[in-house]
């Protein structure tokens, strides 16, 4: 089963809205065996619109369009089903009742045209009722085509997928599956992990499919293959894991999709009963907000200072004026001082302090940009650490913080096997 995915809207293509839709319905259709083949943002014309349903004419079973459904002059999607299918738009009494308690009762003023014209839809089409929203989604087929159009507001294209759509889909095409298994590395480079699992990845079977996915610091490994018989493509699936994870034990963080580093330390730290705390410079309270941001953070992350200033280093964290002037506020030295007052604070098991210059000038130091020292103080020792991640400035950040929880993990580690 193939599908294409269609967002129709200037506010994409100009660069007005990030398009979210796409993502979700992607991840949904995929749930349920279909193979995305192509994600597209198109104008709301109706030559634009036309033309990307022909190009897809029987293609693809399934074309699935957000945007184009609202009130105003502008949004053609109803008017370019009606052209393309040969129909006339009629007004639906069930959206038409729905449309008017939710103006008239809801948002208490009373109905205008526009919102009368929210329940036209073309004659031959399977209303996709909506209701969280005045807009219904609509779904015609031609030929071996599906067409499916929903409204771009997120929450009710979510709805309508969710609720109205899947189930549909999931009762006019015949089953399949797509079994996907995602491990998450950290700290090989991608060509690395490559040569590294080479021959394996040769000896993949045909009907298995490996990709790399690269992000700052970390790798993730997705396996997907996909048919009808789910045990089978599962079974498949696990005995290549299997045979992978010895050859890169050494850098694997976890086999969920959802899995990050920040989540394995999160998880280490509230299996082993520890607490930590940080003091940022460079990073500008990245580290803070990743270790909070989890759900059961009170649990282990005791709190955090951001002293950005070389003063607020010395007021705060109590870092000595002695050791910024002989070995520079950007040394590992002040990073452990750092570290060391941010433990004495919030007095927890383990303390992460960065400092740095991330550039694209130089600060209060004269390092060379893009040096950024860490020091990771816990009651088993005290480490530092130097690292020059070059430039841009957001390279620089995002390495930082990437590493400081690589640090961190590898000593909840060490001493909690």
């Known amino acids: 089963m193939k599908a294409a995915i269609v967002t129709i809207g200037d506010e994409i293509l100009i660069g007005q809205i990030v398009d979210t839709n796409s993502a979700f ?13 192509e994600t597209v943002s198109i104008s709301d014309t109706e030559q634009a619109i036309s033309e990307t349903m022909k190009r897809y004419q029987n ?11 609202g009130p105003t002059k502008d949004d053609v999607t109803k008017k370019t089903f009606c052209s393309y299918f040969n129909d006339v738009l009629i007004s639906d009494e069930e959206v038409l009742k729905h449309v008017t308690i939710l103006i008239e009762d809801f948002y208490k003023r009373k109905i205008t045209q526009m ?20 807009a219904p989604g609509m779904l015609m087929k031609h030929e071996q085509t599906f067409f499916v159009s929903l409204p771009g507001v997120p929450y009710e294209m979510k709805y309508l997928v969710s609720e109205v759509l899947l189930p549909y889909l999931e009762q006019t095409f015949e089953p399949s599956y797509n079994v996907h298994q995602t491990l998450l590395t950290q700290g090989v480079g991608e060509s690395l992990l490559a040569e590294r699992i080479a021959i394996w990845e040769n000896n993949l079977p045909s009907f298995i499919h490996l990709a790399y996915l690269p992000s ?20 498949a699936i696990q005995q290549q894991v299997e ?3 010895p050859l890169i034990s050494d850098c694997l963080i976890g086999l969920n999709e959802d ?21 940022e ?43 910024i002037n002989k070995n520079s506020v950007v040394s590992e030295q002040v990073a452990l001082e750092m570290a060391l007052g941010a433990q004495r604070i919030f007095k927890s098991d383990f303390a992460i302090a960065t400092t740095g210059n991330a550039g694209p000038s130089k600060g209060d130091s004269d390092v060379e940009v893009g040096t950024v020292c860490l020091a990771l103080v816990s009651n088993y020792s005290q480490k530092t650490f ?5 430039q841009p400035r957001e390279k620089v950040v995002d390495f930082a913080v990437n590493k400081a929880f690589e640090i961190i993990r590898e000593e909840i580690i060490k001493n909690n096997s």
């Open 386 to 390: 130097i690292f020059n991640f070059g």
């Open 115 to 134: 919102n009368i014209d929210q329940a036209l839809v073309p004659s031959k089409a399977t209303v996709l009722f909506n209701k969280v929203g005045t």
């Open 216 to 235: 700052p610091r970390s790798v993730k490994l997705r396996l997907s293959t996909s048919g009808k018989d789910k045990a089978l493509l599962e079974n």
């Open 243 to 245: 045979k992978l994870v």
């Open 259 to 279: 899995e990050t580093i920040f989540k394995s330390v999160a998880d280490l730290l509230t299996q082993n009963h520890l607490t930590i705390a940080c003091a």
């Open 59 to 69: 293609q693809v079973d399934l074309v699935v369009m957000t945007g184009g459904l």
């Open 281 to 323: 410079s460079c990073t500008g309270g990245q580290i803070a907000k990743l270790l909070n941001e989890i759900p059961g953070a009170s649990a282990y992350f005791r709190g955090g200072v951001v002293a950005y200033a070389t003063q607020s280093k010395i007021d705060v964290l109590g870092v000595s004026e002695n050791t």
């Open 25 to 37: 319905i992607a991840k949904a259709l995929d749930d349920i065996g279909f193979k995305i083949v």
